[in-house]
């Protein structure tokens, strides 16, 4: 897997983008990006947190999550490593902010994981939840019909 995703949580809300580009045109996600050559996945969501948000976040205050897959008739087609960035509550960031990725701004944490909320990615109310809620690791496998997800499998990641 060659991305990241890193929700920034700030007491009950979350900084999420709306980006402006494909894939994920008008849709409301975390922050992150491709891994580049040499960087690790947490220096990955360290440096992409920094280009797209300008808020620089310790590496003791990225914690990873897990990560998502997507399958289509047994066929793996993607995925992604999850992160959560805890920041201070006091933190002042204010949005929202028109970037050169889209619109930056916090979202209550319950609009976010809505089930009817239609202006977040599909995946992210199956995962957000544990993701905030859990000390621990999993990988989320999604099963993809065309468009549509028809199918999702939650594991525990065992870490060595």
């Known amino acids: 897997m060659k991305y990241t995703l890193c929700f920034i949580k700030r007491n009950n809300e979350l900084l999420m983008l709306n980006r402006i580009k494909d894939p994920t ?62 920041v201070s509550n006091d933190l002042i960031f204010n949005t929202p902010i028109k970037t050169d990725e889209g619109i930056l701004d916090w979202k209550n944490i319950e609009w976010v994981i809505d089930k009817r909320n239609q202006g977040v990615g599909e995946c992210i109310p199956h995962f957000l939840p544990i993701l905030l809620n859990e000390e621990s690791s999993y990988h989320y496998s999604f099963y993809y019909k065309g468009k549509h997800v028809i199918g999702v499998q939650v594991d525990q990641e065992v870490l060595i």
């Open 25 to 86: 045109m008008g849709i409301w996600n975390g922050v992150g990006g491709k891994i580049e050559d040499g960087e690790s996945t947490k220096e990955s969501v360290q440096r992409e947190i920094l280009e797209e948000t300008g808020i620089f976040i310790e590496m003791n205050q990225i914690m990873n999550k897990g990560r998502v897959t997507w399958h289509e008739d047994d066929h793996f087609f993607g995925g992604m490593h999850l992160f959560l960035a805890e």
